[in-house]
């Protein structure tokens, strides 16, 4: 069974430049969640999908925006990088119905804005 | 407001001892109740989850977890703590009160003395 994989590991990117993460969901999960963990910090929701729409969303900005394809596999894009923007950005997968709570994170992808 | 409290930023516990890790949440019904490990610079590994039934859950790697509704608790221990524990551990919590979304604590850091 394949975990939660995310890409790329590191970035770094300059103030107002946009950024796209990647992550591929574990086998058998339909749904995806993306986290932004400051440092020193426990992760904050910013948005879920499922069945390709969005799901929930946490108190990010428009700027914050993403997609779920297909296979379920997600992206996460940011607009307009501001400084405060630097973080661990963090995928979880989950299955269907109370299992989406159950949720199954990737390594992260570190995000530095300069 | 929907909050998770982890009383404790770090804690220092000597290698065999026990420890015991505390979490309170706000949740006006049952909440589902999950407790991650995080390395430094990595992802967040499922330790235990409670969804309903026994209010004792046992997870990966030694570790257990007690519900108690009475305290809106959900503190997590282990008997006999090895080296390598030595990690931040972050309650969460989930439900239907809270949306699609897990809510996480603050973070305890788990420092092993040998």
């Known amino acids: 069974e394949t975990g939660v994989t995310q890409s790329p590991t590191h970035l770094i990117k300059t103030r107002g430049q946009q950024v796209t993460l990647r992550c591929s969901s574990q086998?058998?999960?339909?749904?995806v969640s993306w986290y932004q963990q400051a440092l020193g910090q426990g992760p904050q929701f910013i948005f879920q999908?499922?069945?390709?729409?969005?799901?929930g969303r946490g108190n990010f900005p428009p700027r914050f925006s993403g997609l779920q394809f297909p296979n379920y596999s997600s992206e996460l894009n940011v607009n307009a990088l501001e400084l405060d923007d630097s973080a661990l950005y963090l995928c979880?997968?989950?299955?269907?119905?109370?299992?989406?709570?159950?949720?199954?994170f990737g390594p992260g992808t570190r995000l530095t804005v300069t | 407001a929907q909050s998770v409290t982890q009383p404790d930023i770090h804690i220092t516990v000597s290698e065999g001892a026990s420890l015991e890790l505390r979490c309170n949440y706000s949740?006006?019904?049952?909440?589902?109740l999950f407790w991650y490990v995080q390395s430094p610079g990595q992802g967040l590994q499922l330790l235990l989850k409670?969804?309903?039934?026994?209010?004792l859950v046992q997870g990966i790697k030694g570790f257990e977890a007690e519900f108690k509704r009475s305290q809106s608790s959900f503190n997590l221990r282990k008997p006999s703590v090895h080296w390598s524990d030595a990690a931040e551990y972050f309650c969460?919590?989930?439900?239907?009160?809270?949306?699609?979304?897990?809510?996480f604590g603050a973070g305890t850091i788990l420092r092993v003395k040998s």
């Open positions: 409670y969804f309903s039934g026994d209010t």
């Open positions: 086998s058998g999960h339909n749904t």
């Open positions: 999908y499922y069945r390709e729409e969005e799901n």
């Open positions: 969460a919590v989930g439900g239907a009160e809270y949306g699609n979304k897990l809510v």
């Open positions: 979880a997968s989950s299955g269907p119905g109370h299992k989406s709570y159950e949720q199954y």
């Open positions: 949740y006006g019904a049952t909440p589902y």
